[in-house]
């Protein structure tokens, strides 16, 4: 059973780069509409059982927790008007590959806070960026959009790093519905700005464009991290951070399949290359990690706060 809803979320998260890419092409529906709606109805939907159970919970947010989720909010908006904006212009397979590089963003922030990491983590991170490069230069030859989308889908990798770490600050008090609908609703806050000052509609579609929001919405953010959200309960962390870099092929194949999507053959190396780099990277955190909590008492940082990194964005 665990195996079937891994694979609905793998599915899941993997359909998000196809079915955002198609909704854009044959749509009127942008990049900042997708963004806004998927985080409202995906606030409202993790509301509901805060409200039914316990609404004052809302009420107990310090100020802190607000600082931080509205931090992980300002980041997660910009990460997805970055990625979106990426599929535009490169290939689906490409702009997933790179904005899935938040693990590997994560670690070089860690690097800068002065964390040292062990040799398996760095060789990791050599190659993750290694996988950036084979794709980024096969796109320069392209095109200079297919490289402004590389770049974008970089960007939004690394703004996604930024958001797990925001959220993990949150995340070290505040229960997951609470954080979640608090993180959500001022991340569609700051981009339906976004798309007020720039002129961007966020209604107006027609019935397609609509079908386009919803089935992103449920099947990216509601069934996707929602099937990961229930293994984390019943698998270890480590294999649910495995199973999500499936999303990376499982892009690549969804859009081959349903959008006849067909990239160079060093573009695959590529995708390859940063597949591999994650792996290394998620293991030997997971080796850091479990290390320090068998010397540290349980319960100092939560195991909400790795939950949320294990989920990813997208």
């Not at 316990?54 to 908006?77: C, I, M, Y």
């Not at 997933?96 to 983590?121: D, E, K, M, N, Y």
Request: aromatic share 8%.
């Amino acid at each position: 059973m665990n195996f079937l809803l891994a694979a609905v979320g793998v599915l899941g998260v993997a359909s998000s780069g196809p079915l955002i890419a198609a909704t854009l092409g044959a749509t009127s529906v942008g990049a900042l509409a997708i963004a806004f709606w998927r985080n409202a109805i995906a606030a409202v939907v993790m509301a509901g059982p805060v409200v039914v159970r316990n609404p004052r919970h809302f009420g107990r947010v310090t100020g802190a927790e607000f600082r931080w989720s509205l931090a992980a909010a300002a980041a997660l908006a910009l990460h997805f008007a970055c990625f979106i904006t990426s599929l535009q212009l490169t290939s689906v397979a490409a702009a997933t590959a790179l904005v899935c590089l938040q693990s590997a963003w994560i670690a070089v922030f860690q690097l800068f806070r002065g964390v040292r990491h062990p040799w398996p983590v760095l060789v990791g991170l050599g190659i993750a960026f290694g996988g950036v490069v084979t794709i980024t230069g096969f796109d320069m030859g392209a095109s200079p959009e297919a490289l402004l989308g590389d770049l974008l889908a970089v960007a939004g990798g690394a703004l996604a790093g930024i958001y797990t770490l925001a959220g993990g600050k949150a995340r070290q008090s505040m229960g997951t519905g609470v954080y979640t609908t608090l993180c959500y609703g001022m991340c569609a806050a700051i981009v339906g700005g976004l798309a007020l000052f720039a002129g961007v509609p966020l209604a107006g579609f027609d019935a397609a464009g609509w079908l386009g929001i919803i089935a992103i919405t449920v099947c990216a953010q509601l069934v996707g991290h929602t099937a990961f959200n229930h293994l984390l309960a019943t698998m270890s962390p480590l294999l649910v951070s495995m199973i999500i870099l499936l999303e990376i092929p499982g892009a690549a194949l969804l859009a081959a399949a349903f959008l006849g999507e067909t990239l160079p053959a060093g573009t695959y190396a590529g995708l390859a290359l940063i597949l591999v780099g994650l792996a290394v990277v998620v293991l030997g955190q997971r080796r850091v990690r479990s290390v320090r909590n068998s010397g540290e008492a349980a319960g100092a940082q939560g195991p909400d706060a790795d939950r949320l990194a294990d989920l990813g964005t997208d």
